[in-house]
């Protein structure tokens, strides 16, 4: 009888070990610095042509001072300018590790992105993650949910925060990500957090990537459990531990935000 071998792709995140003392008080380049978004977005599930414009908005790829201080604006703080004044992560890590930072920032986009998912926030289109222009309530609650972040109020900054974003990506990157309509949004205020604009006929897409049935993955983070869901934003049904390995038995699936 003929063997038939099967192909199977497996993806493995790997819990990256980084030494930040190589680091300490000193920015590495840029090329350094995105490689690390990479390693983040790819795990949490990001663009991460997204992350490295936050990044670059933010702190222009510094997380150091010139003394060697870390980087902090007011309540802001490091590359990513989290700001933690509700103490929801590690001061003198988001100050004194950059990986920790990043991944904090990428928690801080996702948190925006679930609001959005669950009209806690605007949405854009059928919130496909791996959609650039879907994003756009997602970046401008990451600067803040404020009016100044309208394009069409009359209260609005020069640059809303979600077009500085969207200007460097197609500068420095060459990616051009189209706005949404913007007679959607009201001129005097936010808009309904129930409000859900279509995405632009013309789109970019992200490098999200989508598991498959059998394929490997490992849980890694800056948190120290994480869990399992019934479904695609379904009810929690497992509590994981950190660096505990998974199978993907079906999928993907997209579901309000998130595959």
Not at 145 to 156: H, I, T
Not at 188 to 214: A, C, H, M, Q
Not at 220 to 248: F, K, M, T
Request: proline share 5%; with cysteine.
């Amino acid at each position: 009888m003929k063997a038939i071998s099967r192909k199977i792709i497996v993806i493995v995140i790997f819990l990256l070990v980084f030494n930040t003392t190589v680091f300490a008080g000193v920015n590495p380049s840029r090329d350094e610095i995105e490689a690390m978004i990479d390693r983040v977005a790819i795990k949490r599930g990001i663009p991460a042509i997204l992350l490295k414009g936050i990044a670059r908005v933010e702190s222009v790829f510094k997380h150091f001072n010139s003394d060697g201080s870390p980087k902090i604006c007011g309540t802001s703080i490091g590359l990513m300018q989290i700001n933690n004044i509700y103490g929801g992560y590690d001061n003198y890590k988001l100050k004194h590790d950059i990986i920790y930072n990043i991944e904090a920032g990428a928690d801080v986009l996702l948190s925006k992105w679930s609001m959005s998912s669950y009209n806690k926030v605007s949405s854009v289109g059928n919130m496909d993650p791996n959609i650039l222009e879907n994003w756009y309530f997602a970046l401008w609650a990451y600067n803040g949910w404020s009016v100044g972040n309208n394009p069409v109020s009359p209260y609005a900054k020069k640059y809303t925060y979600q077009q500085l974003i969207y200007d460097v990506i197609e500068k420095e990157y060459g990616k051009k990500i189209h706005n949404i309509d913007f007679s959607y949004l009201p001129r005097e205020s936010n808009p309904s957090r129930s409000l859900i604009v279509p995405t632009p006929d013309n789109f970019s897409s992200g490098n999200i990537i989508l598991y498959e049935k059998g394929d490997y993955v490992i849980t890694d983070g800056i948190r120290g459990a994480y869990y399992l869901r019934d479904a695609p934003a379904g009810n929690y049904i497992y509590e994981l531990s950190l660096g505990q390995l998974g199978v993907i038995t079906e999928g993907p699936l997209l579901k309000k935000g998130f595959y």
